[in-house]
């Protein structure tokens, strides 16, 4: 496994289980993470050969992980669980919508809630996000692994007051400042195949675990997701599908908000007001 991130002020890295080096010092020709990307279905750079020193993960502060977020598009109800929970009929096809750019931030936050007037009851959802490598449309799903540079944890967030008024209101409930964090690395497995069979996503608040499932409580899988979105979309490196949440936990000033994924590691973010 490899994996790619940038440090809180933006400098590009790669790393494995031992450290990180700079980006460039593992391969002078990439000099930025979504180059990186586009590399990343035929393999990446063994940090171990780069002529610099790994740097541990827990001496470094880790920004988001994309130069500039692209496309930022979230599933909704894709764990038969949560589905239920909410009282919502399975969909037939994938429930999905588009997040701004500006939504987006890196580990620790802070997530940054609106003014009470605005609304008074958010959740987060932890989730697993498909980052894609290389500029793709039409994807058949067995061509996932060709075009998937690899997975992010994220937490995202939802303004659960205003969607509850209106359905139509999805875009606006999920769209304020900070209500996507990212990171903190992208993984970068060997096999994606092989990886989605490990994963396991926990929704964490204040050491709570909220709900947890595996991949195979989803209704659709990632690439099944990919091919039916690029049915419409063309997507390009560092565009992020979020597969959906097996369960949101209401957050208020104050808390700490985690999403759990295995084998990827913790992403969490404090909340404020």
Do not use: Q
């Not at 990212?182 to 964490?204: C, H, I, L, N």
């Not at 050491?207 to 195979?216: A, F, P, Q, R, Y």
């Amino acid at each position: 496994m490899r994996y790619l991130a940038r440090t809180a002020d933006g400098a590009p890295l790669i790393g494995d289980e031992e450290g990180f080096v700079p980006l460039g010092a593992a391969d002078p020709d990439l000099s930025t993470i979504e180059e990186a990307l586009a590399r990343a279905p035929d393999g990446l750079p063994d940090p171990a050969a780069a002529p610099a020193e790994r740097v541990p993960e827990e001496e470094l502060a880790f920004g988001l992980p994309l130069d500039r977020p692209g496309k930022l598009w979230g599933i909704g109800l894709n764990y038969a669980d949560h589905a239920e929970d909410l009282d919502e009929v399975r969909p037939e096809e994938p429930a999905s919508f588009l997040k701004p750019p500006s939504t987006a931030t890196g580990p620790g936050g802070p997530i940054r809630l609106p003014d009470a007037d605005v609304t008074d009851r958010i959740t987060a959802e932890a989730e697993l996000g498909v980052v894609v490598g290389r500029r793709c449309s039409s994807v058949a799903e067995d061509e996932f692994a060709d075009v998937v540079a690899g997975f992010v944890p994220i937490i995202d967030m939802t303004a659960e007051d205003i969607l509850e008024r209106n359905p139509r209101f999805l875009t606006r409930a999920k769209s304020f400042d900070t209500f996507l964090v990212a990171g903190p690395y992208v993984a970068v497995p060997d096999s994606p195949e092989a990886f989605m069979e490990k994963v396991r996503v926990r929704t964490v608040v204040n050491d709570e675990t909220v709900s947890e499932n595996t991949l195979d409580g989803m209704l659709f899988e990632p690439p099944e997701l990919l091919s039916y979105l690029s049915e419409s979309t063309t997507f390009a490196p560092g565009d992020v599908i979020s597969t959906g949440t097996p369960g949101a936990g209401v957050i208020e000033d104050g808390d700490e908000a985690r999403a759990a994924v295995e084998p990827i590691g913790d992403l969490s973010a404090d909340v404020v007001r």
